[in-house]
């Protein structure tokens, strides 16, 4: 009976199989673990390994029970093998930073030909490539990136937004803070969002615009450069007016603003119903 309490019976924690169900089973104790959790089927563990390091034979797995990590051991490979594994787990290791490399890369080089093609839009194609051409190369490597950098963070300046804060605080006409009695743009958060995708479409249509409303409206200028700088000029100060008209009007419309009383139906039709009373007895 001693004896029997000395070694009982082995249990498997993942098939809950007994020695007695397969004498031929290879069991292992791979962990602190004791009673009933310290012995495994060796095939058992293997499977329950497989799942947890899905795929990845070389990571830590622990004993979900004590925490205990698991002593694994591996065959031994031949030379060619574990070049091949060498190899493998170097590519493993500088793939994210190649992958981070090449998305840099790609966004630099896109910069610098927006940067080219703006160039040539602004001062003339033929007159571009001219100036590009003389240019120092590092120069071009340097400077034609900022083109884009310049036109975002030009589009991130919101003048339009402090002027209506000017006219809300000093040229309000006489009499209107009685009817304005608050102010729905003031406070944290009370600006427009900005949106990514609208501000860098709209810094990187820009130039294109600015050029279309210098052939418009500036035809006479000999230099497609003064040109394109009077035409982005005129369609910043007609978007500016058009949109601290809009905005103006919004902070009207959002300051006079009533919340209306909630009806009550209850009182509505029963004092419809002693109207109609009142009628019925004058007749």
């Given at each position: 009976?001693?004896?029997?309490?000395?070694?009982?019976?082995?249990?498997?924690?993942?098939?809950?199989?007994?020695?007695?169900?397969?004498?031929?089973?290879?069991?292992?104790?791979?962990?602190?673990?004791?009673?009933?959790?310290?012995?495994?089927?060796?095939?058992?563990?293997?499977?329950?390994?497989?799942?947890?390091?899905?795929?990845n034979?070389?990571?830590?797995?622990?004993?979900?029970?004590?925490?205990?990590?698991?002593?694994?051991?591996?065959?031994?490979?031949?030379?060619?093998?574990?070049?091949?594994?060498?190899?493998?787990?170097?590519?493993?290791?500088?793939?994210?930073?190649?992958?981070?490399?090449?998305?840099?890369?790609?966004?630099?080089?896109?910069?610098?030909?927006?940067?080219?093609?703006?160039?040539?839009?602004?001062?003339g194609?033929?007159?571009?490539?001219f100036?590009m051409?003389?240019?120092d190369?590092?120069?071009?490597?340097?400077?034609?990136?900022?083109?884009?950098?310049?036109?975002?963070?030009?589009?991130?300046?919101?003048?339009?937004?402090?002027?209506?804060?000017?006219?809300?605080?000093?040229?309000?006409?006489?009499?209107?803070?009685?009817?304005?009695?608050?102010?729905?743009?003031?406070?944290?958060?009370?600006?427009?969002?900005?949106?990514?995708?609208?501000?860098?479409?709209?810094?990187?249509?820009?130039?294109?615009?600015?050029?279309?409303?210098?052939?418009?409206?500036?035809?006479?200028?000999?230099?497609?450069?003064?040109?394109?700088?009077?035409?982005?000029?005129a369609?910043?100060?007609?978007?500016?007016?058009?949109?601290?008209?809009?905005?103006?009007?919004?902070?009207?419309?959002?300051?006079?603003?009533?919340?209306?009383?909630?009806?009550?139906?209850?009182?509505?039709?029963?004092?419809?119903?002693?109207?109609?009373?009142?009628?019925?007895?004058?007749?």
């Amino acid at each position: 009976m001693a004896l029997a309490e000395e070694t009982p019976e082995k249990h498997c924690w993942v098939c809950f199989a007994t020695e007695r169900d397969d004498h031929s089973a290879e069991w292992v104790s791979p962990c602190r673990c004791k009673g009933c959790t310290k012995w495994i089927h060796q095939n058992c563990l293997q499977r329950w390994l497989d799942e947890k390091q899905k795929g990845n034979s070389g990571g830590a797995v622990n004993c979900p029970q004590c925490g205990t990590e698991y002593t694994i051991t591996f065959p031994k490979m031949g030379p060619l093998v574990y070049f091949l594994q060498q190899m493998d787990s170097a590519l493993s290791r500088a793939s994210p930073f190649a992958a981070v490399g090449v998305v840099i890369g790609t966004v630099y080089w896109s910069a610098v030909t927006y940067g080219a093609v703006t160039v040539m839009q602004v001062v003339g194609h033929k007159k571009g490539l001219f100036v590009m051409e003389r240019a120092d190369p590092l120069f071009l490597l340097m400077g034609l990136p900022t083109i884009p950098v310049v036109l975002l963070l030009g589009k991130m300046i919101r003048w339009e937004e402090y002027l209506v804060r000017l006219w809300v605080r000093y040229m309000q006409p006489a009499g209107s803070s009685r009817y304005l009695s608050r102010s729905p743009f003031e406070g944290p958060g009370s600006g427009d969002h900005l949106s990514v995708s609208r501000t860098l479409c709209g810094a990187l249509v820009f130039p294109s615009i600015a050029t279309l409303m210098g052939r418009l409206l500036f035809r006479r200028m000999p230099s497609d450069l003064q040109r394109t700088i009077l035409g982005g000029l005129a369609f910043v100060l007609i978007k500016g007016v058009l949109k601290v008209y809009f905005k103006q009007q919004q902070f009207v419309i959002q300051a006079k603003r009533q919340i209306l009383n909630y009806p009550d139906t209850h009182t509505d039709t029963h004092s419809e119903g002693g109207d109609e009373t009142e009628d019925s007895e004058n007749e």
